[in-house]
Structures are given as C-alpha cells and as structure tokens.
C-alpha cells in the first residue's frame, strides 16, 4: 500500500486523567478530517467503554499474537497492561488523506519517532496543578481510588517527557486548551 507521507499523525501525550481523552474526541467531532486511532488494549473496559470504539478490548493472548506478526506501529506496557497502535488500520487512513489523532504515552510516541517517514505532531498536555488532576480522577470516577493513586504517582516521571514534544498546552479551561492545540495542528497542516 502507498502512503500518504504527507498524512499528518497527531499525537497527544500526558499523564494520565488530564483530558486526552476528552480533547482527541472534540477535535475530531469539530474536523471532519481528523480521524482518532483506535488502540488495541489488554486493560478491562471502563462502564461507558465500548469494544471497537474507545479501545479494542483483547486478550493477552491474542495482543501477544499481534506483537509477534509485527503488527503494531508501537506497543506499551502501562500500569501492568498492554497498549498499541495497528500499522495496517493507521496506514489505510492516511492513505484516504484523513489526520490521524493518537493518544498515547510517550514510549508509543519515542516509538513512533523513529519511523522518520512519518509526518508526526507531538503534542504533551499538562493539568493547571497536580490537585486539579487528582479531582479530574476521581471525578472521572470510573477507576477505583488505588488506581487513582497509582496514576498520580506517574505523574512527575511522566511530565518529564514533555522535553520530546513539539509543544507544551496547559489544559485549565476546556474551550481554550482544544483552541491552542487546533490551531497548532492547522498551522503544521498549512505549512505543508
Ligand atoms: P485522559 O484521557 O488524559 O486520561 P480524560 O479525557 O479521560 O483524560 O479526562 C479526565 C477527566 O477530566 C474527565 O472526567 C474529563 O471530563 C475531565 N476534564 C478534561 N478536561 C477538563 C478541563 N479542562 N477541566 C475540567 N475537567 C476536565
Ligand atoms: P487509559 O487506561 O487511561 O485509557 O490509558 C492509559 C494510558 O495509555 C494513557 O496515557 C494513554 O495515552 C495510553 N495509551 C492508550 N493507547 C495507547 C497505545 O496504543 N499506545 C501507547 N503507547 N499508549 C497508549
């Protein structure tokens, strides 16, 4: 298969609870272009979660099967499961010219680097305080509190890793936040 080179992969960085989530979904509801890359995923569905749509939810078998027919762009271990990004699905929607959005971790991203064809935008996004992202866990209340805690432990060693990134957002207010980073995403497409 061909692939746009030029195909742009915009991918979203932070620790965990900032609003990746949140953000990659309004951009793509705002940009009929912008097309969100479903990973695949050994952790268990959250209640909302739908299979093929947040995540596809897999075992750890048929994840392993996956690792050994080369089959991911990039792969994880976070918080004791496994995440990666499907070579042949991302390929087939830059080939239809759509902008790829990714929210995935920095080993994903470090990953993704290396393949020097690809045309990425990394982006890392930061909560106002570490208080205001230990109320966006629990508000997002889907994750039992020793998680919680486990995810804001990370956040330190994660936040180091903005230093790779292209630009640095603060997510405080929502509006804002998607602005910045829309705007930065037109700006590297219209530098084409
Ligand atoms: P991530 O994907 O980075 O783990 P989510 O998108 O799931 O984060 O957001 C975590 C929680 O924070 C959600 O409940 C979301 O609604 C909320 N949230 C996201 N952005 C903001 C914001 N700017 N202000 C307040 N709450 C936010
Ligand atoms: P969550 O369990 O909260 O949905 O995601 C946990 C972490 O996994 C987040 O930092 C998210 O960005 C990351 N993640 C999700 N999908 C992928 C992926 O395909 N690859 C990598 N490397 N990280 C991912």
């Excluded at 290396?114 to 866990?137: D, G, H, Y």
């Excluded at 929502?174 to 219209?190: A, D």
């Amino acid at each position: 298969m061909v692939i746009d080179k030029k195909g742009l992969m915009i991918v979203l960085s932070s620790p965990s609870g900032v609003g990746k989530t949140t953000l990659t979904k309004k951009l793509a509801e705002n940009n009929s272009h912008f097309v969100i890359s479903i990973s695949y995923t050994t952790r268990k569905p959250r209640p909302n979660e739908i299979d093929g749509k947040h995540y596809h939810f897999v075992t750890s078998k048929k994840f392993n099967d996956l690792i050994k027919k080369n089959d991911f762009y990039e792969y994880a271990e976070i918080f004791d499961n496994y995440y990666g990004t499907h070579k042949k699905t991302v390929n087939e929607l830059l080939s239809k010219k759509k902008d790829v959005l990714f929210d995935i971790d920095w080993q994903g991203t470090q990953q993704l680097s290396k393949f020097k064809e690809l045309n990425l935008l990394k982006i890392f996004i930061l909560p106002p305080s570490k208080e205001e992202l230990k109320k966006r866990l629990i508000q997002r209340n889907q994750d039992k509190l020793d998680v919680v805690e486990e995810r804001l432990k990370a956040y330190d060693a994660d936040s180091a890793h903005k230093k790779d990134y292209d630009f640095v957002v603060i997510n405080d207010n929502l509006e804002n936040c998607f602005k910045e980073v829309e705007k930065i995403i037109l700006m590297k497409k219209n530098k084409k």
